[in-house]
Structures are given as C-alpha cells and as structure tokens.
C-alpha cells in the first residue's frame, strides 16, 4: 500500500485515499477534515492531537495523542482501513439495490404513461428516496458508474438528470422537502418522453427538422399527462413543461425569460444539459466534466450563471467524468 506525505496546504489528492493522518494544529485539522468529507463516502481521518482534542465527531474520524506509540497509530490506521474496506461493500452492495429498483420504477412510470394509465404517486416517492439515499451515501460519481452500467436509454438520462439534482440541491441548502421535490421533478422531467415514437427516441444519430419538432413537443405532453394525475405539485408540472427554456427566451415550448423560470426549472435545466452532454451516445463520444462546463458556460445567457457556479466543484471533481 503505497504512502504519502503532504503538507497541509497542499491539493487534495487526485485518487481517493483509503486514509488520512492528520499531523497538524487543531484548527487546521478541523478545516482539512471538511475538505475529505465533501467526498462520499467521506475519506477516513485519523488525527494526532496536539494539546486539546480537536472537535472531530463525525463517525469517521478517530483521535489519539501526538505522543502515541508508532505500533499504536499503526494499529489504528490499519483498523480503520479495514473498517472502511467493508463498509465499502456494503455500500457496493446498497448501491446496487437502489439503482435496480430505481430503475424499476422508473420504467413503471414510463411503461404506464405511455399506456395511458394514471402513475402511481407512491412509486414516485419510493423512487426519489432511493436516489437520495444513493447519491447521499456514496456521492454522484458512483451512483452515474452504477447508472451507466446498465443499457436504459432514456431511463438512464432520467436517474442521471435525478442523481445530479440531488447533489445540486444539497450543494445549495436545499431543505429536505424542497430536495424531495426537486428530484421527484427530475425523476418525471422526461416523462413526456413516453408518448415519442421509439425510432426517434433510438435514433443512432441527430433527428431531422420533423424528428426535432416531434421531441420537442414532450415537455407539453408530460405536463399534461401529469396535471392530469391530480396529485403531482404545481412546482413539478412547472419543471416537466419548462426544463428546457432558457433565459434569454430562446428555449420552448413557451419561449419563458428571465424571472418567469421558476428556480427549480434553473437547476434541472442544468442537470439535464449537464447529463446531456456527459452520457455516450452512439453518434457522439461523452463530454468529460470540464468540456461539458466550459460548453454551458459559453452558452451565455441560457443557463442561470450563479447555479452554474454553484455546480462547477461537482462537474470538475467527478472522477466519473474525467477527461
């Protein structure tokens, strides 16, 4: 197992630590750990303390005196890489759990409006408390690794639209209930997507002038679909039928500027370019994070500029889409 010295106002490293030896003051340890906590699962840090030990609570954290014997930190150290190799494969195996039944309902929900049957409200909010559980316990990296294993098509872009919500939202302060209903709009932003004919959702390459006119109806149609229901909030209809208006009135299908788009129809629209521009598709090779936020930055005027910002630390510090 290789080992590392830095000093404490080095980078973070590249690859993912199995554990971190704090050597340093308690204030800067306090600041270091909130750093390897922003990864998920948060990185394991065992802290030497100096003097009076540092305010370090979080299950992941371990303590002992400077003074400690080397066998003692050795044995701690070794104990905790243990103890997160196999938290690790439970978490492996929890992911795998979500994304399957994510995935199940998702279909479900596609399956029964393209049938035009009413969706299931309960399925939707089963599928949203996976994704955040998921993305929660292992971070968006994992969860689009787990995502993009399976051959979804369009439910693919759904769960990554949902996943990406999810860490936006967090990102930002979202409360629990606003978060809930941020990614339940993400689960259902596409819905409308089930009435599109399938060659032209497969199609293996760009759609021509009638295909485009075609898909672009689907926001009109999944907030019909959903008014419909009776029991979607206003606020997602909102996401379903706006998603893909832009700022500056260039987008459709009501050609919505400026104030008129609501907040939660700024992050998904966001989320959705984002995943857009991330995933393979059979004509294109997939974007990596810093090539997709330099395309959506360039894209002056579409895009709300300080969620983008707030999104940025996400699409450069994926190592899912790395260059």
Known sequence: MDCRAAESDAALPAARPHLVILDVPPDRAVALERDFRWSRPPVPCLLLARGEPAPLTRAHLRQLPATAPRQVVLADAFAMIEEATRSAETRKRRLGEHVAGATAIVADLFDSAALGA???????????????AAVSDVGIGAWLEAVWRHDIGVYQHTLGVAGHAATLGSQIGLSRNDLRRLVRAALLHDIGKSRIPVDILNKPGP??????RLMQRHPEIGATLLAAQGDI???V????????????????P????GAAISDLVRIISICDVFSALTERRTYRQPASGPEALAIMVEARGHLDPDLLRAFSPVMLGNSALAA
Do not use: C, F, K, S
């Open 207 to 212: 759609l021509n002038p009638e295909e485009i």
């Open 118 to 132: 009413g969706l299931q409200r309960a399925d939707v909010d089963r599928g949203t408390e996976l994704v955040l």
């Open 254 to 257: 009501d050609r919505l500027a």
């Open 237 to 252: 209809i909102d996401v379903v039928r706006h998603h893909h208006e832009r700022l500056d009135g260039t987008g459709y």
């Open 233 to 235: 909030e206003p606020e």
